[in-house]
């Protein structure tokens, strides 16, 4: 995992690779991590960060939606990051919750005429709901996702400090609005490794881990409809 030598972009890069522990401030013996992986270049370059910086991280795949609905692909795409950066993946079954969480929800709205924004929904009650707390009860010092959005340490007095959620580095691609839901409970036990990097970036550092090849198609569409909400909807 050693990076591209004799580049001006690596170079630049190679000056963020400690920034969430020089920051934060976070202690220099090894953290566990537990980690969401979703297979995509942005969770699995995130996961890549995080080793190199020295924590103990752990892959979790979060199983959202019956195996008849979902493809296996993901799943079997974390497995195999996973097993190119030599770090364990496990595999939390969620489907029930997320089911009544957001699926429900997203239905509910519809009915009643709202537009639902599950993206919102799923963050609260499921990526950092259900899985947070089974990411901390299972000794977990931190839990990191693939959000765009940066934490800052601020100190109120010599007693007291919170930390700040502020907007990701690339601005087109920031995810800061859809965590606004997260108390300092969360923000102090959460890590975002790639807020401080573009998507340009993020693309070179997986050339760079040599997970590229791995990692699934970029997708901006809800995770669990494939085709038009229309026929979602009627089914």
Wanted: glycine content about 6%; aromatic content about 12%.
């Amino acid at each position: 995992m050693k990076p591209v030598r004799n580049s001006k972009n690596n170079k630049d890069l190679s000056k963020n690779f400690n920034l969430l522990k020089n920051q934060l401030k976070i202690s220099n013996r090894v953290e566990k991590v537990i980690y969401a992986m979703s297979g995509g270049v942005d969770s699995s370059v995130a996961a890549a960060l995080l080793k190199r910086d020295g924590f103990n991280v752990i892959g979790v795949f979060m199983k959202l939606w019956p195996e008849k609905y979902f493809s296996l692909a993901a799943q079997r795409t974390v497995k195999n990051v996973c097993s190119q950066l030599g770090i364990p993946f496990l595999v939390f079954n969620l489907t029930k919750e997320f089911k009544k969480k957001v699926i429900d929800y997203f239905l509910r709205e519809y009915q009643r005429g709202r537009t639902p924004n599950p993206c919102v929904e799923c963050n609260r009650e499921i990526k950092f709901g259900l899985f947070f707390k089974r990411a901390i009860n299972s000794g977990a010092d931190f839990v990191a996702t693939g959000h765009y959005a940066r934490l800052r340490r601020e100190i109120r007095n010599s007693k007291f400090e919170i930390r700040k959620l502020l907007i990701a580095k690339d601005k087109e691609k920031d995810q800061s609005y859809f965590l606004y839901n997260l108390t300092q409970k969360h923000l102090k036990k959460v890590l975002f490794p790639i807020g401080n990097y573009t998507k340009p970036q993020i693309r070179d550092l997986a050339k760079e881990f040599g997970i590229y090849h791995l990692v699934r198609p970029e997708s901006r569409d809800i995770c669990f409809i494939k085709g038009r909400h229309q026929d979602f909807l009627k089914k």
